[in-house]
T-cell receptor, first 112, second 117 residues
């Protein structure tokens, strides 16, 4: 089955700097790659997603890139703010409404 | 107010007892999921259901059971066969989109924290 690896497990950045979280997946049939943010004590929420027919997607300070050949995708957060501090999960799924397979998460700390 | 409701939020049980976690959604979603969250382990899939009266095992189904008698409800029972049941359990739902290729957005409940004493 699908396996999603996520790195790093923890990341600390200064406020205003950029943060990058990387994920790799094993199943070349996967075509949907969302990112979820889980703030402390709260439920995970979708922040951005990308599909296999697109190489990059941006939403304000957040962007995701996908390299299908290498089977990896990344989350980029620019101009980080303290409220960006959270655990971020990447995930992947194959066609046909199959369940998401999640990475182990990255705990991002933005230091003011 | 639409969403997913999990109960109870906190639950303590003695070793060897079965416990059932409730999950209800009013989003009219066909698919529902149970994930287990442990520190450093991410979200691991226990069971999922895409239609009433049908469900499939996920990656860590051993020691768990589910039912899907109603579209709105997907309760999870943690049985005494689960070797390490202390964890945070998250229920989620999504729409099943027959003409679209992917799962789409998952909507999560607030979770249930189970502690086995």
């Amino acid at each position: 089955g699908e396996n999603v690896e996520q790195h790093p497990s923890t990341l600390s950045v200064q406020e205003g700097d950029s943060a990058v979280i990387k994920c790799t997946y094993s199943d070349s049939a996967s075509n949907y790659f969302p990112w979820y943010k889980q703030e402390l004590g709260k439920r995970p929420q979708l922040i951005i997603d990308i599909r296999s027919n697109v190489g990059e997607k941006k939403d304000q300070r957040i962007a995701v890139t996908l390299n299908k050949t290498a089977k990896h995708f990344s989350l980029h957060i620019t101009e980080t703010q303290p409220e960006d501090s959270a655990v971020y999960f990447c995930a992947a799924s194959k066609p046909g409404n199959t369940p998401l397979v999640f990475g182990k998460g990255t705990r991002l700390s933005v230091i003011a | 107010d639409g969403g997913i409701t999990q109960s109870p939020k906190y639950l303590f049980r003695k070793e060897g007892q079965n416990v059932t976690l409730s999950c209800e959604q009013n989003l009219n979603h066909d698919a529902m999921y149970w994930y287990r969250q442990d520190p450093g382990q991410g979200l691991r899939l226990i069971y999922y259901s895409q239609i009433v009266n049908d469900f499939q095992k996920g990656d860590i189904a051993e020691g768990y059971s589910v039912s899907r008698e109603k579209k709105e409800s997907f309760p999870l029972t943690v049985t005494s066969a689960q070797k390490n049941p202390t964890a945070f359990y998250l229920c989620a739902s999504s729409s099943v989109r027959p003409f679209v290729y992917d799962t789409g957005e998952l909507f999560f409940g607030e979770g249930s924290r189970l502690t086995v004493l």
